[in-house]
């Protein structure tokens, strides 16, 4: 079984039964009668048993699969009638809810591939196609047993060989239990009905994830029997593409969320301090302009408030031209590899399959682009989370847990335990530093509480009641349609129970949608409840105005 941080099942065994046959022992029945029976076409009839009499005409092989336990008892009672035939018990995964499904994954029958990768396995078994189910696979299938039997030339049973000495017996497989919230994952599902985007949420003390949600999504339960064929092939068709997991293959620029991590590299270095001001004379800025009214001079705090393109512009070059460097491109060598201790541009490579790294350019890069002669003006647009940088929404979140922690994190991971098991591997557990100093994250910290308590915090109007919380919202460039609207978040402020990104894809404003749902998500996890009903309907039943690209 499959099972959330409190107990509540997400994944279990169902009986089910397949149809067997032994070709030799087939007599003459009424075929049409047989068809109608199982309701298959009398063509595919002659398909199967074709292909159980190339495989053998003596040994049993699976005619039928994957048969409900409620059309086996109707089967059942009337197969006397077609000798040859004879039912084996299995079992098929059930999903109580119909949530998680790119979390849990599927099961299906091995290829030859699986086969020939791994010789446990044999034609007919099952393994774990995507999600939990493939990564666990070998926790969750247990081992086979084994029974050798006598058989005569005709294949039939003669007793067991040397009275069982070689038997074994089947070794069960152990329980999982995540760290999902199966409550939590189901009303950000909810919340995302109509969008297209997604939302992860982590626990900050341990790394274990919280939900991880992609929209749309479909139900677990259609990949599961007899149907699953034709359901995944109508998923794969389907022009809103269910299949994707924007949570972790998404990648997006990071826009304005980018700018706190800009701040924390120059910090680090001595580029800037908390109190240095730039001047930004608003759309007559230089070469990045700013789209905000306020004050100038600013310093760092009142920048991250009001988001201003051109304090960060300046932050950047300021890091790209410190004197702590023998040049630009030793110095950005410095910004790159800050990114990648900030979990950006590589795998986590846990056990969330298919994660992508998203993208944050090197110096050969720039380097093979310009042929050698670039500077910080040639690539301004990293310095508000624009240009070449991609990062997943794994990733985001990943960064409110880092800000939250001033400084450091643990590799995001679904599991939480194996039923049995004392310890969970090392890589879940092992803490990541940063390298850069804890006392830069207060500033930062404090910038995204006035997010949501300054007089100009873009996300003041969905405060919650009684919680204290940083955010920061980011407006992405998307140039062929509307843009994304993003929001990461943390909370409580001063002992972070849960850290996310929200992403909400050709939405408009980051306050507009990212924030109100990252803020009623908070709510919900930690109060059990939103005392906001009107915000909440509002998020579950309507959906942003899209422009086709």
């Not at 996890?525 to 509002?538: M, V």
């Amino acid at each position: 079984k499959i099972l959330d941080r409190r107990g509540k099942l997400l994944v279990y065994n169902e009986a089910a039964f397949d149809l067997l046959v032994i070709p030799q022992q087939v007599k003459v029945f009424d075929t049409n009668e047989f068809c109608q029976l199982l309701a298959i076409e009398k063509s595919d009839f002659n398909a199967r048993l074709s292909k159980a009499r190339n495989y053998s005409r003596y040994r049993p092989s699976v005619f039928l699969e994957q048969i409900s336990k409620e059309d086996y008892g109707y089967i059942a009672e009337k197969l006397y009638h077609f000798p040859g035939f004879y039912f084996q018990a299995r079992t098929l995964r059930h999903y109580p809810q119909p949530i998680a499904a790119h979390v849990l994954g599927d099961v299906g029958e091995v290829n030859q591939r699986n086969i020939d990768r791994d010789s446990y396995y044999a034609s007919g078994d099952y393994i774990g196609k995507s999600g939990i189910e493939r990564f666990y696979e070998k926790e969750l299938r247990g081992s086979k047993g084994l029974k050798i039997v006598m058989v005569d030339v005709y294949n039939r049973e003669k007793g067991s060989f040397q009275d069982g000495r070689y038997d074994t017996l089947p070794i069960a497989g152990k329980d999982l239990v995540l760290g999902l919230d199966a409550d939590l994952q189901a009303y950000g599902e909810a919340l995302m009905n109509g969008k297209t985007g997604s939302i992860v949420a982590i626990e900050p003390s341990s790394g274990e994830i919280l939900s991880l949600i992609t929209s749309p999504s479909f139900d677990p339960n259609l990949l599961v029997g007899r149907v699953r064929g034709q359901n995944y092939k109508a998923l794969q068709q389907d022009s809103l593409k269910p299949l994707i997991n924007r949570a972790i293959s998404g990648s997006y620029p990071p826009g304005s969320t980018f700018k706190m991590i800009n701040a924390l590299a120059a910090l680090n270095i001595g580029a800037i301090n908390e109190h240095t001001e730039f001047t930004c004379q608003g759309k007559l800025s230089g070469p990045i302009k700013c789209t905000h009214d306020h004050k100038s001079p600013l310093a760092l705090l009142e920048a991250m408030e009001n988001s201003c393109n051109p304090y960060f512009w300046n932050t950047f070059r300021n890091t790209l031209y410190s004197s702590k460097f023998k040049d630009h491109k030793d110095a950005y060598d410095y910004w790159f590899e800050t990114m990648h201790k900030f979990g950006l541009g590589v795998a986590f490579d846990t056990d969330i399959p298919f994660e992508l790294t998203g993208n944050i350019p090197s110096s050969a890069y720039f380097d093979k682009l310009y042929r050698g002669s670039w500077n910080a003006l040639t690539v301004r647009s990293l310095s508000i989370g624009q240009g070449e940088i991609l990062v997943t929404p794994l990733q985001l979140a990943n960064l409110a847990v880092i800000i939250s922690n001033k400084g450091f994190y643990y590799k995001p991971h679904l599991l939480k335990s194996i039923v049995g098991d004392a310890n969970l591997p090392e890589t879940y557990t092992q803490k990541i530093e940063t390298g850069v100093s804890s006392e830069h994250f207060e500033i930062v910290k404090q910038s995204m509480l006035d997010v949501f308590e300054g007089d100009h915090g873009t996300a003041r109007y969905y405060k919650i009641d009684s919680i204290q919380a940083g955010g920061k919202t980011g407006t992405v460039q998307n140039p062929h349609c509307d843009d994304h609207s993003m929001f990461i978040a943390f909370a409580p402020y001063d002992n972070p129970k849960i850290a996310l990104a929200v992403v909400v894809e050709n939405a408009g404003y980051g306050s507009t949608w990212a924030a109100p749902i990252a803020t009623l998500m908070i709510e919900r996890y930690l109060k059990g409840k939103s005392d906001r009903p009107a915000l909440e309907k509002r998020m579950m039943e309507t959906s942003p105005n899209k422009k086709s690209p």
